[in-house]
């Protein structure tokens, strides 16, 4: 994969960028372009968004590119997300989702782990983000992370033998679905 080009930018200028098929974030005011993602990759995050689809009732699921913007730093293309149809803290509209989504999933690649831990976790869990799934497709495993009184606290690390309760989904999900 392709070095992430980096590039120091204003929310207004993220807004008036062309749209791209290219993952493309605001992340702490820095634009990333990524090159493309793996098969593996794509097929876990086509995995997660027909879980979401087909099991889930009351809310509506995404895949990038879709910009969720949480602040005017930070414009996000979450692998996947979830917007139940009582969230109050974002807005769909044309352009994206402006605010926090219920449920957030990203599917880790060696070029996005270290954001996708670190700043995107934080950024997340501040902007109220109520879960948090990191899956990691090679290793076949999800972290679960819920927030709780406005901080991420690890539900567990469960592989493809298990199922975990999702608290904001209030559903159990079998994690071999995710990994089909």
């Known amino acids: 994969m392709a070095e992430q080009i980096k ?13 791209s ?3 493309t974030e605001l992340i702490g005011g820095e634009l990333v372009v990524r090159g493309a993602p793996t ?14 689809r087909n099991k889930i009732q009351g809310g509506k699921a995404y895949i990038a590119p879709v910009s969720v913007k949480l602040n005017d730093l930070n414009y996000y293309q979450p692998d996947v997300l ?7 803290k974002c807005t769909i509209n044309n352009d994206g989702i402006d605010g926090a989504p219920d449920l957030v999933v990203e599917v880790i690649s060696p070029g996005t782990a270290k954001a996708d831990r670190g700043m995107k976790f934080t950024t997340y869990q501040d902007s109220g983000v109520g879960e948090y799934w990191i899956i990691e497709p090679e290793e076949e495993f999800v972290e ?10 690890k539900l567990g690390l469960f592989t493809v033998s298990d199922t975990f309760t999702s608290p904001i989904l209030n559903a159990q999900v079998p994690v071999q679905d995710l990994f089909q």
Do not use: D, R
């Open 21 to 23: 098929e290219n993952p």
């Open 7 to 19: 590039t120091t930018m204003t929310a207004k200028e993220f807004e008036a960028l062309p749209e």
């Open 144 to 153: 679960v992370w819920e927030l709780q009184s406005g901080m991420y606290i």
């Open 39 to 52: 098969i593996k990759h794509q097929n876990t995050v086509f995995n997660v968004a027909y879980f979401l």
């Open 82 to 88: 979830w917007i139940s149809n009582h969230n109050t």
